[in-house]
């Protein structure tokens, strides 16, 4: 009886973990798919028969200073170090050097070409987004903490409207304020700046909430021991609470600055030139630019999606605690 | 001591406040007031119009398609995503090793940038050279246009039993009849691929809170259950479904509300309103008109409209499921 | 409290001189040679932006006032939006490549017009006078007001596959409409591909030949407008209020696309796929703008024909297509000047010639014809006349503001009409055309109704 309930117990966890496994590879799939075409030569991409980058000549040669690196088939070796090739890309025949041919099977150099591919280039955008977040985050975060602070150890007239009106907004989609917003910018003269980038996301009620309800659940002792002790108000937040805050602080500073990279709406709307665009608009632009290289493409999306999984992998426990306790999007 | 009031909290609440006010409060009077105007391109508030612009609204059957696609979102991709995620938690409940491990790959769709997502899964919808099209070449089927398939889902599933629903319903006689069509024929292809992809997307965010609220089941709740005979199913029935309704019900509505913002996809893969402007949900709609077109007074109506429904849908619920907000692993 | 006191009087003067700074131009900017910095906003990319970029770099070259700093916005829509955005933000570039209804847009709000009125210079350039009577009008608004001048300019043309005409016995391409249904039915009909050969050959003398289609199109309203006006209709009214797309020349001039397809030897396809079908040999007859030669060029190698779009029934009349450049206000007096000598240089007899033979775009202005490198071009360049002779019969797309948002919805009604035939309907195509044009028409006037002007006129 024991034995044969074991056995079902088994034979259960093994039915579990294999449709868990079909459902994360499901989940996986996409970016594995991603990767293996950013490793694609652009003839291969487009061919349908093999999945998995094969091993690939190219014949590489200097034209007008620049290097070309051309895919071809190789049809035929006519002895004298020559060799009659068909290039992919135009479908001609010729004769090469065959010291000018080299096999690759998975082109890093995708890569770098999809980095350089848009003006001035990817690493713009990287500052961009790395600046927008960084600052909005701190900002966010500041603005948040002193408020929660005055929202739970201060009394003062017409708190709890304010409060109330700060909570109303949170029930104000975003497309509601982009045109408002956007206008506002416009006469501060702030579009295309860093400025209209940052300067709205510098509070955020979600953080005031979070901190607020944490706050509420430090004991009032501690506040009144540290009044009596004579230690500022200022003091008190500055050395004392904030070092308990940890944690909230912490998951608060990774949603906003997940919201703040991740966000397209606000930075296309708000910035004209290339050299303000943030890493997801430069990558929207990319992909409405004139023919589709898709190995391209997938090369940028997945350096556009390393820093984010990076981060994550380390920081894994906040974002999940974090998401799973409050409940509020992030 | 500390009863009296302190003046000073004001400058403690005054930069949030100022940015608050000024960017998240006072734009949604100027949005009212926008689309309640006419006026030039610098100056879009010369010429008051009272409600003209919703008048136009409720006219214009591009803003009704556009509620119909997001409508389709919505309906499509709520109850798929919710009952998936239960599954996966439900799997994910069963104290098995490696919880940790499916935890992190569930959940790792959600945290990647949307807009490099959307670039793959356009891609692997390609219809020359994307993945499923090779699959489907591989088991004999023909291809789909997938994204650029304006044929609804209703309207393909019948096709395959051979019935073919009626290309055009003429009802009224107007352009409005483009709407009943789509309603009978169903969402387009293009729109269930979005659909698709956005579901997979958000699914580790759900799973992840059905999973605390899995976990804040007693256990002495099943054993009572089961040793009243009940098996799984039973259990389920009696015991986790009801208990978990309240989570159930905050992920629905939650969902529901983000469901009827969605923008960046419908962007990235199909940018000029996919195959017969199926894949025009509101907001795309609406930033078509307030940024390509710059009508920023209609737009705003558009915005105004949108805004209404999705603050009654909060307001719901704030009141049913109230604020059960506690930090605390 | 005075910590406080000062606290709130610094952030007043922050947020004071933070309102203060409104929106503004850029400032002059001078580069090494002490040329001043002018930046011109365009959509040429590929092989035209290449002769763009050399033809800019020719000016920055030849003389040392001005220097060139032109920005490629990648497409027309996309082009279009960021001056508009730019016009908000209040900092735009000098000069923009731009088509009428921005123009229109730029410019209907009296009293904040962001273009330059180009009369001033025009008046003291004798340039004005030879450029092409079409691209006048073209770049002429209310009250006579010239906002622009013509830039890159072209007509529709019609590609023959001459091989394919060999097979059936014809020497010449259609000349009209009637013709070209009747050659593309032909050929639907007696031709094949054969995979083998690579190559058209009589369906009669081939094993498995793979079918050939007549005609290629890609659902545009151009070509249904040039024939609406051949055959005698109008687009719209003068004061372009309203258009008249439901009217029976129009309802014709679409049955000739409903028909080929119905019939079987049209076809529709996506973007530019009507080009890549006929440089695969797989369609004879494509009808194209005749710059898209300059990106086709590679690709044909068989003998093929470039004749104007073939005429219709009344009127012998082509539509025009391109954009104009325009100058924008506030950029002061120097940039302006720079500016004006950059569209002018363009416009002249030299460098249009020079734009047209690289690029397949007409010449702006008469005395560019005369010159012998053009004659040269015009007489032994396939292609060449083909878009030139018809200069004195263009006409022109009306300018609304609105006219890019009419175009789409046209667009889209139309596609819906072929959608319907290519599912073989059973409904009637005279009346699916005329549904769906009313609506098309109904919908296209509640735009234009928006963004009706009144101008006050001056007497």
């Known amino acids: 009886m024991v034995k044969s309930h074991a056995r079902q117990k088994q034979f259960r966890a093994l039915l ?167 206008l506002i910018l416009s006469e501060l003269g702030w579009i295309d700046t860093y400025m209209a980038l940052i300067v709205p996301w510098l509070a955020g009620v979600f953080g005031i909430f979070m901190l607020r309800q944490f706050f509420a659940q430090i004991p009032r002792e501690l506040f009144d021991a540290a009044m009596i002790d004579g230690c500022s108000k200022f003091g008190f937040l500055f050395k004392i609470l904030v070092p308990l805050s940890l944690p909230p602080i912490i998951t608060i500073s990774i949603f906003t600055f997940l919201g703040s990279w991740n966000s397209l709406l606000w930075p296309l709307i708000v910035t004209n030139s290339q050299e303000m665009r943030t890493i997801q608009v430069g990558l929207s632009y990319f992909s409405q630019a004139e023919g589709t290289e898709w190995e391209l493409l997938m090369a940028a999306s997945t350096f556009c999606i390393l820093p984010l999984i990076v981060l994550y992998i380390f920081a894994q426990k906040y974002f999940v605690q974090g998401e799973a306790a409050s409940g509020l999007k992030g | ?198 579901v997979w997307k958000s699914l580790g965010y759900n799973v992840v809170i059905f999973l605390a609220g899995l976990q804040g089941i007693p256990n002495h709740l099943y054993e009572a259950a089961e040793i009243d005979g009940a098996n799984r199913w039973q259990q389920f029935k009696a015991v986790t479904w009801p208990l978990l309704s309240p989570t159930t019900f905050f992920i629905f509505i939650m969902s529901t509300i983000t469901s009827f913002q969605v923008f960046v996809q419908v962007f990235m893969m199909t940018p000029f309103g996919g195959p017969d402007g199926s894949t025009s949900v509101v907001v795309f709609y609406l930033y078509e008109k307030a940024f390509k077109t710059f009508e920023f007074g209609y737009a705003s109506a558009m915005a105004y409209v949108l805004f209404t429904i999705i603050f009654i849908l909060t307001l719901i619920q704030k009141k049913y499921v109230g604020e059960k907000v506690h930090y605390g692993g | 409290m005075r910590m406080r006191l000062t606290i709130l009087i610094a952030l007043t003067l922050v947020l004071l001189a933070l309102w203060g700074c409104g929106p503004s131009q850029r400032a002059d900017e001078f580069n090494k040679k002490g040329q001043l910095k002018i930046v011109f906003w365009h959509a040429m990319g590929g092989p035209l932006g290449d002769v763009l970029n050399g033809l800019i770099q020719d000016y920055n070259e030849s003389q040392d006032k001005y220097y060139i700093h032109p920005e490629f916005m990648g497409r027309y829509d996309i082009l279009e939006q960021k001056i508009i955005a730019s016009v908000m933000a209040g900092r735009t570039p000098d000069v923009a490549q731009m088509y009428e209804g921005v123009t229109m847009l730029l410019t209907r709000d009296e009293g904040e017009e962001s273009l330059q009125a180009l009369n001033p210079w025009v008046e003291k350039w004798d340039g004005w006078n030879q450029i092409f009577p079409a691209f006048q009008e073209n770049s002429t608004y209310d009250n006579g007001i010239i906002y622009s001048l013509p830039f890159n300019k072209s007509f529709p043309v019609l590609m023959s596959n001459r091989e394919i005409l060999k097979l059936i016995g014809k020497k010449n391409p259609p000349g009209n409409w009637s013709e070209l249904a009747s050659y593309a039915k032909e050929i639907h009909e007696r031709v094949g591909y054969d995979k083998e050969l690579r190559k058209p050959v009589l369906k009669s003398q081939a094993q498995n030949p793979e079918d050939i289609m007549g005609y290629a199109f890609a659902v545009d309203p151009w070509l249904f407008e040039v024939m609406l006006l051949q055959n005698g209709g109008q687009m719209a009214n003068e004061e372009q209020s309203e258009v008249y797309f439901n009217s029976e020349f129009a309802r014709e001039s679409l049955n000739w696309f409903v028909k080929g397809v119905q019939e079987g030897w049209a076809y529709r396809t996506e973007g530019y796929n009507h080009q890549n079908e006929f440089g ?123 006219w890019y948002r009419c175009r789409i919805i046209l667009r889209s009604y139309m596609e819906k009409v072929i959608s319907h035939i290519e599912k073989g309907d059973d409904e009637n195509p005279d009346s699916l055309i005329k549904r769906y044009l009313d609506m098309a028409t109904k919908r296209m006037n509640r735009e234009l109704s928006k963004y009706h002007i009144k101008r006050k006129s001056s007497s």
């Open chain 1, 16 to 182: 579990v973990h294999f449709f868990l496994s079909i459902g994360g590879l499901l989940m996986c799939f996409p970016f594995f798919w991603m990767v293996l075409t950013s490793l694609k030569s652009p003839q291969e991409v487009l061919r349908v028969d093999h999945w998995f980058p094969h091993q690939k000549a190219f014949y590489v040669s200097v034209q007008k200073g620049k290097e070309s690196v051309r895919q071809v088939e190789i049809l035929e070796n006519l002895g004298d170090s020559r060799v009659k090739v068909r290039f992919m890309d135009r479908n001609v025949i010729e004769q090469v050097e065959s010291a000018g041919l080299e096999h690759r099977q998975f082109l890093w150099s995708n890569y770098e070409k999809a980095w350089n591919k848009v003006q001035p280039s990817f690493t713009r955008y990287f500052v961009n987004s790395f600046v927008i977040a960084v600052v909005t985050t701190v900002g966010q975060v500041t603005t948040s903490i002193l408020a929660a602070y005055a929202f739970v150890f201060f009394v003062f007239p017409f708190k709890n409207l304010l409060f109330t009106v700060f909570l109303a907004t949170m029930m104000i989609p975003q497309e509601t304020l982009l045109i408002p917003n956007y």
């Open chain 2, 1 to 198: 001591m500390h009863d009296k009031n302190d003046h000073s909290a004001y400058f403690y609440v005054l930069p949030a406040g100022a940015i608050i006010l000024l960017f998240h409060v006072f734009p949604v009077i100027y949005s009212f007031l926008l689309s309640v105007f006419k006026g030039t391109l610098k100056h879009p508030m010369r010429e008051f119009i009272g409600l003209s612009n919703y008048a136009e609204l409720v006219g214009d059957v591009s803003f009704w398609k556009a509620m119909l696609n997001t409508l389709f979102f919505s309906v499509g991709s709520v109850p798929l995503g919710i009952l998936i995620a239960l599954g996966i938690a439900v799997l994910l409940n069963q104290k098995i090793q490696g919880l940790g491990i499916y935890r992190t790959i569930y959940y790792l769709p959600v945290i990647t940038s949307i807009a490099a997502v959307s670039l793959v899964w356009k891609w692997l919808y390609d219809k020359k050279a994307g993945f499923f099209n090779q699959v489907f070449d591989m088991v004999d089927v023909a291809p789909s246009a997938w994204l650029q398939e304006s044929r609804g889902l209703f309207e393909v599933v019948f096709s395959w039993v051979h019935i073919s629903l009626p290309t055009s319903i003429v009802f009224f006689g107007t352009e409005f009849d483009q709407v009943l069509t789509r309603i009978a024929h169903g969402p387009s292809v293009a729109l269930c691929c979005i659909i698709a992809m956005s």
């Open chain 3, 280 to 402: 695969a040999q797989k369609v004879a007859f494509i009808i194209t703008s005749s710059v898209s030669q300059k990106f086709m060029q590679k690709k044909l190698n068989f003998d093929f024909a470039v004749t104007p779009v073939p005429s219709g029934r009344e009127r012998e009349v082509s539509i025009m297509s391109g954009t104009n450049v325009a100058i924008f206000e506030g950029i002061g007096e120097a940039r302006t000047g720079g500016a004006w000598d950059f569209i002018s240089w363009l416009n002249s007899p030299e460098i249009t010639s020079k734009w047209a033979r690289n690029t397949f775009y007409v010449p702006t202005r008469r005395d560019a014809l005369q010159r012998p490198e053009m004659q040269d071009y015009y007489k032994n360049v396939e292609g060449a006349s083909a878009s030139i002779d018809q200069l004195e019969i263009g006409d022109m797309e009306p300018r609304s503001s609105a």
